[in-house]
């Protein structure tokens, strides 16, 4: 079953990321990124973020994988499409974020195998103020089921 405009909006439960330097440290040695400003906070201090923040990417590792949308998905039909990080501030281990999922799209395209779905999910990332510090956007295409 294809998906509906309907889904537009719907949203996940909030929860709280705890920004960990251990964290932090493992995420940049996985991704093979061994830039100082990760980890070295006298180094990073010194340059225009003025402390140690995390990989830009490092927001995909932000939900633990229990995350949910209200939303009945068909995981065979799932390809991750693209990922965007929009930063309004720097993240920075010892943050407590507010997070939330929600559906901001859902557009549709033709393809080889033909109509497919593309899904766009933002995760905000708020601080304990309640400000905006980053929006993780992931675009799934919900694809046809092949026989």
Not at 26 to 34: L, M, R
Not at 103 to 109: A, I, K, M
Request: hydrophobic share 35%.
């Amino acid at each position: 079953m294809d998906l509906n405009k309907s889904v537009i909006g719907l949203t996940s439960e909030p929860y709280i990321f705890e920004v960990e330097n251990r964290h932090v440290r493992q995420f940049s040695t996985a991704i093979g990124d061994e830039n100082l400003l990760y980890k070295d906070e006298k180094y990073a201090e010194a340059s225009a973020y003025e402390g140690v923040i995390v990989p830009p990417t490092f927001p995909v590792a932000m939900n633990e994988g229990d995350v949910e949308l209200p939303l009945e998905l068909d995981h065979r039909r799932m390809l991750h499409g693209e990922q965007e990080f929009i930063y309004y501030q720097p993240i920075r281990p010892g943050d407590r974020l507010l997070c939330q999922m929600k559906v901001s799209d859902l557009y549709d395209r033709e393809g080889k195998s033909g109509k497919m779905q593309f899904l766009v999910l933002d995760t905000e990332m708020k601080d304990e103020e309640g400000e905006l510090v980053c929006v993780s956007r992931m675009n799934i295409i919900y694809r046809p089921l092949v026989d």
